[in-house]
């Protein structure tokens, strides 16, 4: 089969047995360009995501308070002297033959 018998080819007969049908190639038009469609707009959410790093301060004081406790302590040193001291007595009393003299107890 040549080029122009694949497109001419015979679908049956033709009405009444006639003489078969001759088939030209097929030609190519022009393009033809109609009206232009718009199908719906389609919607899209693009999310972008973007961080932030935003300083916060929270400043605190801290004041020392030193409290010198001062406990006084008292000391009254007193002396007492003691002196153990005797002096005999006469109480008229001698044994016989025994006299005090005042010599003895100096």
């Not at 001759?22 to 469609?37: A, G, K």
Request: hydrophobic residues 25%; aromatic residues 14%.
């Amino acid at each position: 089969m040549g080029g122009v018998e694949m497109y001419n080819k015979p679908w049956g007969l033709p009405p009444g047995n006639q003489r078969p049908w001759q088939y030209c190639p097929p030609q190519n038009m022009p393009v033809q360009h109609d009206p232009s469609q718009t199908s719906p707009t389609r919607h899209y959410v693009k999310t972008n995501i973007i961080n932030t790093v935003i300083p916060v301060f929270h400043p605190a004081h801290t004041t020392t308070v030193n409290k010198h406790v001062i406990t006084y302590q008292h000391y009254f040193p007193y002396r007492c002297n003691g002196v153990n001291g005797y002096s005999p007595q006469g109480l008229g009393y001698a044994p016989p033959g025994h006299s005090y003299s005042r010599s003895r107890f100096r």
